[in-house]
């Protein structure tokens, strides 16, 4: 279709009818929003209870721009970050106020996934957490507005979150089965942080030197309204429907805010770095030529922080850095971004979508910096592969249905086939994620951390006749930036990517996916389970 999409010429991606008239928007007139820290309704010291509403308001993204019609929790966009510290008996009611109609185009059906219901989906996950299943935003879990209508698996209004992760950067988004993409590119997404007393002792930049930077990348229609890739007004008989393979903003944004600047003191800073975005993948470099520290992965801290040059996010990965600005009085730093999207054999970006934000060192340094980016962090014991009681063989593949659509699965099965993976409540498994297509997939599991063993190349063509991995090179150590608690992992084309991870502590259904959130939506996300 012209577009960087690789649909098949059946295929309607709608990006050839709605090309949307380009904003180009002046780049550093905004300051990036500090988001705000949610207050509890009630806090004893057993338990600490929140409401959090889901409503459509108007928000300004740009200066130049109108304000634009979003999604938010609690009137914010992105929603606000909800802290916590390690341990911390947590309940929040995620209440659905939003309007009947979708903001964005939903389509009529997605495989596997019904979208019939008229009124707007939602289910919340906290992305990362250890969470009971009931809790934890099954994709089917979801609830309309009042839970007028809940879906097949919907157990509880108020969900329970025990946090007994150790310090980390999590965060929150929509869930529901086949919207997903709609409802986080609407603006339902925010920071969860857990906190614990071993992270106080680090000394590390904190209050206001302590700063989550949320990416996404939109595309704007002149009237400042979000623009996403129209499906046809009913289902093409024999299409039954369309999809989009991918979505690929324009704009870059940082806590909803388009290009922003922050000013910052000549010090050390502490930056949560997530990337929220659909399908776009980040590498990002100071202009300054300046390291980042990197200090932690999705799970937390890492052994030793790390001085890194660039770091590759892709959808769903998280960064804990410290940037030091100390001398650096009067300067602008740009953080840009080179990644090819999609990822990793599509276009460079170009100077819009290469350009994230800007720091400004013009702040007096209020008081001297005393924090520090310590030599150590936290032990990190390693997964031992001979712990491991099961060995997973899980295919990442291209498929085409009779409909000539072509999507993408998990293991050459559907949402809806049977649930193959089922691992034992305190075993430990090593899954190996055999990557036939030729994109790099982030695969997300729900409920637990792992840890990357390695990546291997193998010949692709060979294993899709005989189904037997040929090994083309040597295993690869996952790179520096990656070694540590991770959820999210990038699986590359013409690799195999193994990971080691313990199930527990809980039982129960979760699910296992692809962080692209177009691929999730189409059929890339299976459940698994874990038995006692
Ligand atoms: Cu970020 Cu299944 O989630
Ligand atoms: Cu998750
Ligand atoms: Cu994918």
């Given at each position: 279709c012209g577009s960087k999409c690789k649909c098949t010429p059946k295929n309607q991606c709608g990006s050839k009818e709605a090309n949307p008239p380009k904003m180009i928007l002046s780049k550093f007139v905004d300051e990036l929003p500090i988001l705000p820290v949610l207050k509890p309704r009630w806090k004893d010291q057993?338990?600490?209870?929140?409401?959090?509403?889901?409503?459509?308001?108007?928000?300004?993204?740009?200066?130049?721009?109108?304000?634009?019609?979003?999604?938010?929790?609690?009137?914010?966009?992105?929603?606000?970050?909800?802290?916590?510290?390690?341990?911390?008996?947590?309940?929040?009611?995620?209440?659905?106020?939003?309007?009947?109609k979708h903001l964005l185009p939903v389509d009529y059906t997605v495989h596997g996934a019904h979208v019939d219901v008229p009124e707007v989906r939602t289910v919340v996950h906290v992305h990362g957490a250890s969470v009971e299943w009931e809790s934890d935003g099954y994709p089917e879990a979801w609830f309309t507005k009042g839970f007028k209508q809940v879906g097949p698996y919907f157990r509880k209004q108020i969900y329970r979150y025990d946090n007994d992760n150790r310090a980390c950067t999590l965060?929150?988004?929509?869930?529901?089965?086949?919207?997903?993409?709609?409802?986080?590119?609407?603006?339902?997404?925010?920071?969860?942080?857990?906190?614990?007393?071993?992270?106080?002792?680090?000394?590390?930049?904190?209050?206001k030197y302590e700063v989550p930077l949320m990416i996404q990348d939109k595309t704007f229609n002149k009237d400042g309204s979000l623009y996403?890739?129209?499906?046809?007004?009913?289902?093409?008989?024999?299409?039954e429907t369309s999809i989009v393979p991918?979505?690929?903003?324009?704009?870059?944004?940082?806590?909803?805010?388009?290009w922003p600047y922050l000013k910052v003191e000549p010090r050390k800073y502490r930056f949560r770095l997530l990337n929220a975005s659909n399908t776009r993948f980040y590498r990002l470099k100071l202009d300054s030529g300046q390291l980042f520290y990197q200090i932690g992965t999705d799970g937390g801290f890492m052994q030793h922080p790390i001085g890194v040059k660039e770091i590759t996010l892709a959808p769903a990965e998280r960064a804990d850095v410290i940037i030091d600005f100390t001398n650096l009085e009067g300067k602008n730093i740009i953080m840009t971004n080179d990644a090819p999207a999609p990822f990793p054999t599509g276009d460079p970006p170009d100077e819009n979508t290469g350009t994230v934000m800007q720091f400004r060192v013009i702040l007096p340094l209020s008081s001297v910096d005393t924090s520090v980016i310590p030599a150590y962090l936290m032990p990190l014991p390693k997964i031992k592969e001979q712990s491991a009681s099961k060995m997973r063989y899980l295919t990442l593949n291209d498929n085409m249905d009779k409909y000539g659509r072509e999507f993408m699965l998990l293991d050459n099965k559907q949402w809806d086939a049977p649930i193959t993976e089922n691992p034992k409540l305190g075993s430990t498994e090593i899954w190996y994620l055999i990557n036939l297509t030729t994109d790099t997939h982030p695969i997300h599991l729900h409920l637990i951390d792992f840890q990357i063993l390695d990546r291997r190349d193998f010949d692709v063509e060979k294993y899709k006749k005989e189904k037997m991995i040929h090994y083309t090179g040597p295993a690869m150590p996952p790179e520096p930036q990656e070694r540590g608690w991770k959820d999210t992992v990038r699986a590359n084309p013409n690799q195999v990517t193994r990971i080691i991870m313990k199930f527990g502590p809980y039982t129960g259904l979760y699910v296992w996916h692809c962080h692209i959130l177009e691929h999730e939506d189409y059929e890339m996300m299976r459940p698994y389970i874990v038995i006692r």
């Open positions: 057993f338990h600490t209870y929140y409401e959090v509403n889901m409503t459509e308001f108007r928000q300004s993204l740009h200066s130049e721009l109108n304000d634009t019609t979003v999604w938010g929790y609690e009137g914010s966009y992105p929603g606000p970050t909800i802290e916590v510290e390690s341990g911390e008996k947590v309940f929040i009611k995620w209440i659905n106020n939003l309007p009947d965060w929150y988004h929509d869930h529901a089965l086949g919207i997903t993409r709609l409802n986080v590119y609407a603006g339902l997404a925010g920071f969860y942080l857990i906190r614990d007393h071993r992270e106080r002792l680090l000394n590390l930049p904190s209050g996403y890739p129209k499906q046809p007004e009913k289902p093409v008989p024999e299409l991918e979505f690929i903003g324009d704009t870059i944004l940082v806590n909803g805010k388009v």
